[in-house]
């Protein structure tokens, strides 16, 4: 795809140098900096947000865990059905 993006003038003076020293072209010095950076970007982002959501959701765990009240009825007895499963 061509694109055009605004290089401050210095920097730009640098990586031609650089491309000229290495043989190669000012597009191709740009693609292997993108290369290099998004693909550590990418998978940083989504693996930082899956540590951050299984360490939300054990925090949600140990609160409920703690949250057990101790009371002894069945789940039916706390929600008010009765051994036929009618409401009491």
């Known amino acids: 795809m ?3 993006i605004e290089i401050d ?3 730009y003076r640098r990586a031609r140098l650089v491309a000229v020293e290495n043989g190669t072209t000012l597009r191709a010095l740009v693609e292997a900096g993108l290369r290099a950076v998004l693909p550590a970007t990418l998978e940083e982002n ?12 054990r925090e949600l765990q140990a ?4 949250a057990a009240t101790g009371d ?4 039916d007895e706390i ?3 009765d051994e ?3 409401p009491s």
Do not use: H, I, N, P
Not at 63 to 66: D, H, L, Q, S, V
Not at 72 to 75: A, P, Q
């Open 9 to 11: 003038d210095q920097l």
């Open 2 to 4: 061509k694109t055009s």
């Open 46 to 57: 989504v693996e930082t947000r899956l540590t951050k959501s299984l360490a939300a959701m």
């Open 63 to 66: 609160e409920f865990a703690a």
């Open 84 to 86: 036929r499963g009618l």
């Open 79 to 81: 929600l008010g059905y």
């Open 72 to 75: 002894r009825r069945t789940d």
